[in-house]
């Protein structure tokens, strides 16, 4: 009797993770589907500076879930876009490949780097944002946004 109640467990278990399974794989396609189709691009009638950047998260697939949680718009700390926007930075964005992250940031021509993530760590929340985001990154304790990401090299342009 026991057995039986335990094999009727197994079967369901097995049942369900299955349905889960299909689940999941449906939830991957249709994320592999939009993203195939790409994203829209801000149009702008002006000359813009683009950097891109890159970062390791800790390779946590449940840390990796919390990060991009805190990302979304509804989640993330109002002051953190309003800090990236008072520095001059016209639009950013970030994307994720497992464990890296790779990001966009549009600027004016005229925009200063060093002095623009300057300024950003002293506003208004940043530091105490870049602290909570630490607990994700393979970064330095303490480290500033711009210690943690690393500029890339353009090699390609069309």
């Known amino acids: 009797m026991v057995f039986q109640k335990f094999n009727l467990f197994l079967q369901d278990s097995s049942a369900q993770i299955i349905h ?28 813009i500076r683009r950097y891109c950047q890159t970062l390791e998260l800790k390779n946590d697939p449940k840390l990796i879930e ?25 639009d950013m964005e970030i994307y994720i490949n497992e464990n890296r992250l790779f990001m966009i940031v549009e600027t004016v021509p005229e925009f200063d780097w060093d002095l623009a993530f300057t300024k950003l760590a002293t506003l208004n929340r940043q530091a105490e944002w870049e602290e909570f985001m630490s607990k994700f990154q393979l970064t330095k304790p303490g480290a500033t946004s711009s210690e943690k990401w690393t500029l890339m090299e353009r090699i390609f342009n069309l």
């Open 20 to 47: 889960y399974s299909f689940i999941f794989d449906g939830i991957c396609s249709i994320i592999q589907l939009i993203m195939k189709e790409g994203y829209h691009s801000k149009q702008r009638n002006q000359q």
């Open 66 to 90: 919390e990060y991009k949680f805190w990302h979304k718009n509804e989640n993330r700390w109002p002051e953190i876009p309003a800090g990236i926007l008072e520095v001059g930075i016209l």
